[in-house]
């Protein structure tokens, strides 16, 4: 992706269910759970790299021995980071105690980080700052082993004020006014009130304080614990959490925006963002790992009994879109069927740009994301040629020479690689014309291929803000003197701000919005901006079921075309001699591409849950008023 975005996390939990001498026989090693944590994380990078953390529970321990281990890094590479102090810490144990390395037991007692439960996190900041404290997992710790909480998650709650609120309701004096510490604590609450049930209930029973500890880890009904919890909550979510006595679940939010999925046989049970990744690193098959479905929670007791639980009614599937589009790793089946098939859907539209002048356009990408995309383009026109290929062979009967024949047949697609991202440029200038310059060069592009009668068409994945596009990558296309650039988006015009885990706070900022106010402004309609103003402000005492997206007006008088149009015009800079062209995929097209992730809201202002409309509502709030806070 050409523009710079943040995204949501990703999430890795693993539980042992056999002994660690057990793996130790087996993979030759009792740290099996913590190397396969390490390949979770590393090959979830693409979902987060300004931090990473790792934590894990050892079970079965005696009173006075450490059972739980955390470790979180902001540096610039966070997962090598932990797992060199990780593996510092081992070899450091080894060293200094030679008994410990053929005896596993040693190794569990007095080696952190060996366990049996291990949760993991890599994040990208999209609220708060990017302080080590903000790096999940969270811990809430208690002398209680049951009622100590390791949090971490994928998710945005678009109602954090009322959850907040919620808990001073309850008595409780939060320490931070975040998500992460509203969601961790409101779970807490409820676990803290069922342990302390489950306690008087066996001492009335007749059980001893100590006879009670083993007691209350069966009893404990995690899915209880959690209805309860997330009774309220409001937002995209892929919560994992561990308890310290050895329970865990993953909790998938009721309209499935952030995805989930596990695998589990008699060895493991595990919980990743992504279904390749489980597949690579466990080596098994794209069937046998399932997708956790919304609304549903994964629970593993400590006894190793796993049961899938519905926690919250589910909603209208909505899953999030740009998962397909951009952020999950392409090596996925169906994602890499789906990419292709959004750049197949674009080609009418493409072959119309270039009045389907094959022989003269140069086809590219912008690497490295757009590039199955691309495949499906190329396809595409392929299909194409072929077609006119057929076509001029029958209508030649047999009066064509081998020459001719020759020359119909070596049509083929001119494929380049023109945009090359150069190197990641730090903008450490503050006087805004340097940084201009230094962002002008992001990308350096491929000389000699390109001729003054050709046209080039080049796909992105999508187009947010259009800053590299603007400032970057149509300058250094030009430079090539092309009769026309194309740029291609396999996404369709980001219209409207995201709140559920994607960093899209706020709508000043988007490309598409800043071109319908100009489109405005040359109608003679602008005053339509103050009359969406007035009504978002009418709402803000409503509750959330109750608004309604008027931010969508703002965009009604235009077609997508004429919003693609001044989306080019606002993108072409100073001294671009060539004619700029922007095709947008339809909303349509991306439905046919990715059918079972029909979360659009990013393009429609379709939220799928109530919150939604109230925070886009307080961001068009924010535009008018000149207000840069978030708008959640």
């Given at each position: 992706?050409?523009?710079?975005?943040?995204h949501e996390?990703?999430i890795?939990?693993?539980?042992?269910?056999?002994?660690?001498?057990?793996?130790?026989?087996?993979?030759?090693?009792?740290?099996?759970?913590?190397?396969?944590?390490?390949?979770?994380?590393?090959?979830?990078?693409?979902?987060?790299?300004?931090?990473a953390?790792?934590?894990?529970i050892?079970?079965?321990?005696?009173?006075?021995?450490?059972?739980?281990?955390?470790?979180?890094?902001?540096a610039?590479?966070?997962?090598?980071?932990?797992?060199?102090?990780?593996?510092?810490?081992?070899?450091?144990e080894?060293?200094?105690?030679?008994?410990?390395?053929?005896?596993?037991?040693?190794?569990?007692?007095?080696?952190?980080?060996i366990?049996e439960?291990?949760?993991?996190?890599?994040?990208?900041?999209?609220?708060?700052?990017?302080?080590?404290e903000?790096?999940?997992?969270?811990?809430?710790?208690?002398?209680?082993?049951?009622r100590?909480?390791?949090l971490?998650?994928?998710?945005?709650?678009?109602?954090?004020?009322?959850?907040?609120?919620?808990?001073?309701?309850?008595?409780?004096h939060?320490?931070?006014?975040?998500?992460?510490?509203?969601?961790?604590?409101?779970?807490?609450?409820?676990?803290?009130?069922?342990?302390?049930k489950?306690?008087?209930d066996?001492?009335?029973?007749?059980?001893?304080?100590n006879e009670?500890?083993?007691l209350?880890?069966?009893?404990?009904?995690?899915?209880k614990?959690?209805?309860?919890?997330?009774?309220?909550?409001?937002?995209?979510?892929?919560?994992?959490?561990?308890?310290?006595?050895?329970?865990?679940?993953?909790?998938r939010?009721?309209?499935?925006?952030?995805?989930?999925?596990?695998?589990?046989?008699?060895?493991?049970?595990?919980?990743?963002s992504?279904?390749?990744?489980?597949?690579?690193?466990?080596?098994v098959?794209?069937?046998?790992?399932?997708?956790?479905?919304?609304?549903?929670?994964?629970?593993?007791?400590?006894?190793?009994?796993?049961?899938?639980?519905?926690?919250?009614?589910?909603?209208?599937?909505?899953?999030?879109?740009?998962e397909?589009?951009?952020?999950s790793?392409?090596?996925?089946?169906?994602?890499?069927?789906?990419?292709?098939?959004l750049?197949?859907?674009?080609?009418?539209k493409?072959?119309?740009?270039?009045?389907?002048?094959?022989?003269?356009?140069?086809?590219?990408?912008?690497?490295?994301?757009?590039?199955?995309?691309?495949?499906?383009?190329?396809?595409?026109?392929?299909?194409f040629?072929n077609?006119?290929?057929?076509?001029?062979?029958?209508s030649?009967?047999?009066?064509?020479?081998?020459?001719?024949?020759?020359?119909?047949?070596?049509?083929?697609?001119?494929?380049?690689?023109?945009?090359i991202?150069?190197?990641?440029?730090?903008?450490?200038i503050?006087?805004?014309?340097?940084?201009?310059d230094?962002?002008?060069?992001?990308?350096?592009?491929?000389?000699?291929?390109?001729?003054?009668?050709?046209?080039?068409?080049?796909?992105?994945?999508?187009?947010?803000?259009?800053?590299?596009?603007?400032?970057?990558?149509?300058?250094?296309?030009?430079?090539?003197?092309?009769?026309?650039?194309?740029?291609?988006?396999?996404?369709?015009?980001?219209?409207?701000?995201?709140?559920?885990?994607?960093?899209?706070?706020?709508?000043?900022s988007?490309?598409?919005?800043?071109?319908?106010?100009?489109?405005?402004?040359?109608?003679?309609?602008?005053?339509?901006v103050?009359?969406?103003?007035?009504?978002?402000?009418?709402q803000?005492?409503?509750?959330?079921?109750?608004?309604?997206?008027f931010?969508?007006?703002?965009?009604?008088?235009?077609?997508?075309?004429?919003?693609?149009?001044?989306?080019?015009?606002?993108?072409?800079?100073?001294?671009?001699?060539?004619?700029i062209?922007?095709?947008?995929?339809?909303?349509?097209?991306?439905?046919?591409?990715c059918?079972?992730?029909?979360?659009?809201?990013?393009?429609?202002?379709?939220?799928?849950?109530?919150?939604?409309?109230?925070?886009?509502?307080?961001?068009?709030?924010?535009?008018?008023?000149?207000?840069?806070?978030?708008?959640y």
């Amino acid at each position: 992706m050409s523009d710079a975005l943040k995204h949501e996390c990703g999430i890795a939990v693993l539980r042992l269910l056999k002994p660690l001498e057990f793996y130790k026989e087996k993979y030759g090693s009792a740290f099996y759970g913590v190397n396969k944590m390490y390949l979770m994380m590393e090959k979830q990078h693409n979902r987060g790299q300004d931090g990473a953390g790792f934590a894990s529970i050892k079970l079965d321990t005696k009173p006075g021995e450490r059972y739980i281990s955390r470790v979180r890094s902001i540096a610039q590479q966070p997962i090598q980071d932990i797992f060199a102090q990780i593996n510092q810490r081992i070899n450091k144990e080894f060293s200094e105690n030679p008994e410990y390395v053929e005896n596993v037991a040693l190794q569990k007692k007095n080696i952190p980080y060996i366990g049996e439960l291990f949760l993991g996190h890599v994040r990208y900041g999209t609220f708060g700052k990017n302080s080590v404290e903000s790096v999940h997992p969270f811990l809430r710790q208690n002398n209680w082993q049951h009622r100590n909480l390791i949090l971490a998650g994928n998710f945005n709650m678009t109602n954090v004020k009322e959850l907040f609120q919620n808990l001073i309701d309850l008595g409780q004096h939060p320490k931070e006014y975040t998500d992460t510490i509203t969601i961790m604590e409101k779970i807490g609450h409820f676990l803290d009130d069922s342990v302390s049930k489950i306690y008087k209930d066996l001492k009335n029973e007749g059980y001893s304080k100590n006879e009670c500890s083993p007691l209350i880890a069966d009893r404990l009904n995690v899915a209880k614990i959690l209805k309860r919890a997330a009774k309220n909550w409001d937002g995209g979510y892929a919560m994992a959490g561990l308890l310290g006595h050895g329970d865990s679940f993953v909790l998938r939010d009721p309209a499935g925006i952030r995805p989930a999925y596990y695998y589990k046989d008699d060895e493991i049970v595990v919980v990743a963002s992504e279904r390749p990744v489980i597949q690579t690193v466990f080596n098994v098959k794209y069937q046998d790992v399932k997708e956790l479905e919304p609304g549903y929670a994964i629970i593993t007791k400590k006894s190793g009994k796993t049961a899938l639980k519905k926690i919250l009614n589910p909603l209208e599937r909505k899953a999030c879109s740009f998962e397909r589009i951009y952020f999950s790793r392409g090596s996925d089946a169906e994602i890499y069927q789906e990419r292709k098939m959004l750049g197949r859907l674009l080609m009418p539209k493409v072959l119309e740009a270039i009045n389907k002048d094959i022989k003269n356009t140069v086809f590219s990408y912008i690497p490295n994301t757009a590039e199955t995309s691309f495949y499906g383009m190329i396809e595409t026109v392929e299909d194409f040629l072929n077609k006119k290929k057929t076509k001029a062979i029958l209508s030649g009967s047999r009066n064509l020479s081998a020459e001719r024949v020759t020359e119909i047949l070596s049509q083929m697609p001119r494929i380049e690689k023109i945009a090359i991202k150069d190197v990641k440029l730090r903008t450490f200038i503050t006087e805004d014309s340097s940084r201009d310059d230094l962002v002008a060069h992001v990308y350096d592009v491929t000389y000699g291929v390109i001729k003054r009668t050709d046209n080039l068409v080049i796909i992105d994945d999508s187009i947010v803000r259009g800053t590299t596009l603007k400032m970057s990558i149509i300058k250094m296309l030009d430079r090539l003197n092309p009769k026309k650039i194309v740029i291609v988006s396999s996404a369709p015009q980001i219209r409207y701000p995201d709140c559920y885990g994607i960093d899209m706070a706020n709508l000043e900022s988007l490309i598409a919005f800043k071109a319908a106010l100009e489109l405005l402004k040359e109608s003679n309609k602008y005053d339509i901006v103050k009359e969406v103003y007035d009504k978002c402000i009418d709402q803000t005492e409503l509750e959330d079921k109750e608004v309604k997206n008027f931010v969508k007006e703002i965009y009604d008088p235009f077609t997508d075309e004429q919003i693609s149009d001044k989306i080019a015009e606002l993108l072409t800079g100073e001294n671009v001699n060539s004619e700029i062209k922007i095709i947008f995929q339809s909303v349509e097209n991306l439905h046919k591409a990715c059918p079972n992730h029909l979360g659009d809201w990013y393009f429609t202002g379709n939220y799928p849950t109530v919150g939604g409309n109230r925070v886009v509502n307080r961001a068009f709030i924010n535009f008018y008023e000149g207000n840069k806070k978030r708008a959640y």
